[in-house]
């Protein structure tokens, strides 16, 4: 029976006490066992602890590496704050993180440090810069006191003492505005590890490879399959030939993707059937998978297929679809393919009343916003989450996402959700990739603008592609849904979770208006 952790570096700690010699972590610095991993997490933090104060936050820029799996149990640990950055964002917007968090330590890449150096100055919080080693076979040496040019010690004062159950700050997608800082606690990571287990189960003999950038929540899996003594492999970036490869060497039975990623992993002439044999389950998120996508999967490999809907202040994925709705929705049920899940038995969903936006109550909920306190009003009210999504509750419990709040589009006064204009435009060959936005538009408020990626094989030049798609919208969809503009761009803005940052997308439309 496994013990009750009640903070999240327990995990390793109980791992490491049940199987040390086990296999924890492989990233291409190497790989290391739950003892090893567990001594550099103590390692790292006594220097936390030596260079900052209980409560104080501690940020970490770079890549998916070793030393950032060790931040995720080391800083808590330590009783301070870690602060994941997403290394994908723009050096203004990691010194407003910094800013904003009032982070006391910096553990960082030297090319982005680099980055970060040349156009912002640091904030004057910053006392300790930790300059992470080369990533080939290579890690931080922590127990060394002073490396040259590796730690750098500033005058500074100590930070106040906060709670102290809060483990990280993780800034929010972004995906409609800047982003903010949800404070995850020890308790709301640990009840949405608890949850995941329950809708995926995690086998004795389950490997997890996943390229899901650690600065996202879904990097709440590896501490998922840490807590079954499981280990993970983690790519730097996502490769469909090198994912191939990794799969056949460490025998993988589970992958965590984005649905892009698996369009990829489908397409790609360097991936072989004989090596992905051990594969038998994909999770997936950040988006809805397609229709034709999971019928190739599903065809092709016949793996069990589960989606997770959640987001960064739900501490992970709260409502799931597994594997026989996915089946079901291969073979052509269009209700399940649309739909989100199911919620846990731990989770508590329901619609507000005026508009149906999606309510979540559960101990996975974060405790709020860094020094936000009206936006954490508005997002947590009476103990509910407010998501910001728009959905359908079926009366068997199935949830389906109609729309995010903000991108829902009003022409006329009708309103459209993107999301389903988009799963229309998908019908059409020629489309690959496709964003819905509404661009505004003296007459009718807003008009339906479709931003459209095109498959390789069809000739941008046509002339009549445009019609061709627009004509697959107005056979499908109520004439005040139909794309009255189709742009088509070479690709998409995306998060480093892989959902489409349509806030950027329309600033991008209206520079070029």
């Not at 933090?45 to 890549?63: Q, S, Y």
């Not at 040019?149 to 930070?159: E, F």
């Not at 709670?163 to 995906?175: H, K, P």
């Not at 109609?402 to 991108?407: G, H, I, L, P, S």
Request: glycine fraction near 8%; charge should be negative.
């Amino acid at each position: 029976m496994r013990r009750c952790s009640v903070r999240i570096d327990d995990v390793i700690r109980e791992a490491t006490e049940a199987t040390p010699n086990n296999l924890a972590l492989v990233t291409d610095q190497g790989a290391v066992s739950f003892g090893e991993l567990l001594a550099r997490v103590e390692t790292l933090g006594k220097v936390v602890e030596r260079v900052t104060e209980p409560g104080d936050r501690v940020a970490i820029l770079a890549e998916n590496r070793a030393e950032y799996v060790e931040a995720y149990y080391a800083v808590p640990a330590a009783r301070r704050i870690l602060v994941p950055l997403n290394h994908r964002l723009h050096a203004s917007e990691w010194a407003d993180l910094l800013r904003r968090s009032g982070t006391r330590m910096l553990i960082a890449e030297p090319e982005l440090l680099a980055h970060l150096n040349d156009g912002e100055s640091l904030p004057s919080s910053i006392s300790t810069i930790v300059t992470l080693p080369a990533r080939k076979g290579t890690s931080a040496r922590w127990c060394d006191p002073q490396p040259t040019g590796s730690i750098q010690r500033n005058a500074g004062s100590a930070t106040a003492l906060v709670d102290g159950d809060v483990a990280w700050l993780l800034g929010t997608s972004g995906t409609t505005g800047s982003s903010k800082l949800a404070m995850l606690t020890h308790s709301s990571l640990l009840a949405a590890v608890e949850i995941a287990l329950v809708a995926r189960p995690v086998g004795d003999d389950d490997v997890l490879l996943t390229p899901f950038p650690l600065c996202h929540v879904a990097g709440y899996n590896v501490i998922v399959m840490h807590r079954r003594g499981r280990p993970v492999i983690l790519m730097q970036r996502f490769d469909p030939a090198e994912l191939a490869r990794l799969v056949k060497e460490h025998q993988v039975t589970m992958l965590s993707l984005a649905p892009t990623m698996i369009g990829m992993l489908l397409d790609s002439p360097d991936v072989l059937d004989a090596d992905l044999v051990s594969v038998r389950a994909l999770g997936y998120g950040a988006s809805p998978i397609s229709g034709p996508v999971l019928k190739r999967v599903v065809g092709r490999w016949d793996w069990d297929c589960s989606q997770g809907y959640g987001m960064t202040e739900l501490s992970g994925n709260a409502v799931f679809l597994g594997p026989r709705e996915h089946r079901s929705a291969a073979e052509g049920d269009v209700r399940l393919l649309k739909s989100a899940g199911f919620p846990t038995p731990a989770v508590e969903l329901r619609l507000r009343p005026d508009n149906s936006e999606i309510l979540v109550r559960s101990p996975q909920v974060m405790a709020g916003y860094w020094e936000d306190e009206e936006a954490s009003s508005v997002a947590l009210q009476d103990g509910w989450l407010h998501t910001g999504d728009i959905g359908r509750i079926g009366t068997d419990g199935l949830l389906t996402i109609v729309d995010r709040a903000k991108d829902v589009i009003v022409t006329g006064g009708e309103n459209v959700a993107s999301r389903e204009v988009e799963e229309i435009l998908l019908l059409h060959p020629a489309v690959r990739d496709v964003a819905v936005v509404g661009l505004p538009n003296d007459k009718w408020g807003e008009i339906v603008c479709a931003v459209v990626v095109v498959a390789d094989e069809f000739d941008l030049g046509n002339a009549d592609l445009s019609r061709e798609i627009v004509a697959v919208a107005r056979e499908h969809l109520a004439g005040f849904k139909v794309p009255r503009e189709v742009v088509f761009v070479s690709e998409l803005p995306r998060n480093a979770a892989g959902k489409v940052l349509k806030k950027d997308l329309r600033d991008q439309l209206a520079e070029h208006d």
